[in-house]
């Protein structure tokens, strides 16, 4: 085994009163003297070299969402988790996005005496693990999870060290889901600063552990209209914010956009999308983005069968 090195992301040197930086030193003394008292150093010792400057390298650099820098086009996931002191219960929430449009909320309350000692953390990092396991069942291949615990990016890449139960089962789940094939770009959003999204998760969470809501959500909706796809993730919401219902929109079926006064009995999805292009093109392209799943197996396999059909009568 080789002699080990010791990387210095973030430390102080008293002596000359600088701040330290992305430093690899060979001896644990030498490490001492930029870390000991220092609030907030971040340190770590390896085996070789190639470890220690991927571990100083750019790639676990914590990405903000103020700052913008990230995908757009794909999934966005929201998690966040409360713990009630009182009665011992950790909750854990999810709200996935996509287009500005929710997709799917779920949330869950558990007694457990055993979480105290990390408390909310328990249900951040249960919350991150179920946002993975949604967008892999999903599909997706690329999901982003906005969080506001340092931890759900720090202990996922490994970029904290791991000394609780909890953070080590967290990364061994983590990293087994992205094995599967999924990128998570991990970014950081400030608690409590009217991110609708963030709010949304952190009441079902407040609402799972029992706790009073801050009632954020249902202020917004008074005054603004909030798109989801489906009934279910309607009443999810209702459920926090009872006055908002009327600005809630339900957009998942392509149904929902036609006037029911004028819709015959005998709407055909297909018939309604062609009659949408030929009036406006870009028109039919928002129509089709809504389309839920189901949906667009009926078009598809509708226009095979006229593919088919036209196929046949020229033979």
Known sequence: MGKKVYAIKEGFDIEKNIKIENKIVSTWAECLKYVKGVKGAKYKSFENMEEAKAFLSDNNKLLKKEEGNYPKDCLHIYVDGSYNGTEEIYSYGLVAVKNGVIQYIESDGIKDPSKKNIRQIAGELRGAVRAA?????????????????EGISHHATGFWERKESSSIEYYEKMNNLMKQGLDIIFVKVDSHTGDLFNEIVDEKCKEKARITPTKVTE???????????????????????PKGKGNIIVVGQVEKLVDEE??????????????????????????????????????????????????????
Do not use: P
Not at 229 to 234: I, L, P, Y
């Open 133 to 149: 396991e949604y967008a892999i069942d999903k599909g997706e291949i690329k999901v982003v999870i906005f969080h506001d615990y």
């Open 262 to 315: 004028n819709k015959e009995e005998d709407f055909d999805i297909l018939e309604f999308l062609i009659k949408a292009y030929k009036e406006d093109k870009t028109k039919c392209k928002m129509l089709v983005s809504r389309l839920n799943d189901a949906e667009k197996s009926y078009v598809i396999m509708e226009l095979i069968a006229k593919n088919m059909q036209g196929k046949n009568s020229q033979g």
């Open 219 to 241: 202020k917004w909706l008074l005054t603004n209209k909030l798109e989801v796809v489906s009934s279910e993730v309607k009443n999810e919401i209702i459920a926090i914010a």
